[in-house]
């Protein structure tokens, strides 16, 4: 297959789980840094202006006890500022909103139908809208073992 790409026969439907693929939008986009950081709330915001924009933090995940190396923007976006109450808003893009979901949730896989009900928009806009031609900011169908 051309450029590594590989096809699958199967057909995303509402029920398809998805997630942010941190490694691709890593790969894919160079201002993924600089959009993380505009997640923040004011109070990190302010505290990552001045720290070193590649610092790794060791993370146990709470359901297996495992440590993990974690991007430490992502850990504070995720852990702090995505559970603030005017995080997501109605005035909030689909994209941005699902994203802002996914951070607020962990990146936990949710199916369209399930990010329609936090969103409130159609699942099959967010379906077509996020499995079409363009990769949004990462967000993409969860495959086990991502």
């Not at 199967?10 to 600089?34: G, Q």
């Not at 993370?59 to 504070?76: C, I, K, N, R, W």
């Not at 109605?90 to 951070?103: E, I, K, S, W």
């Not at 099959?124 to 996020?130: A, D, V």
Request: hydrophobic share 35%.
């Amino acid at each position: 297959m051309p450029d590594g790409k590989r096809y699958s026969l199967i057909r995303p439907t509402t029920d398809t789980p998805l997630h942010i693929d941190f490694e691709w939008w890593k790969t894919h986009d160079n201002n993924w840094r600089i959009f993380l950081q505009s997640c923040l709330c004011p109070t990190h915001q302010a505290a990552f202006a001045a720290m070193d924009h590649d610092s790794q933090i060791d993370f146990v995940d709470p359901q297996t006890a495992e440590v993990h190396s974690m991007d430490g923007l992502q850990h504070v976006l995720m852990s702090h500022c995505a559970r603030q109450p005017e995080f997501i808003n109605v005035n909030t893009t689909l994209v941005d909103g699902v994203f802002r979901v996914f951070l607020a949730n962990g990146n936990a896989p949710l199916s369209s139908k399930e990010l329609a009900e936090k969103i409130n928009r159609p699942p099959e806009t967010i379906l077509r809208t996020l499995l079409g031609p363009t990769i949004y900011k990462g967000l993409r169908p969860f495959l086990q073992g991502n």
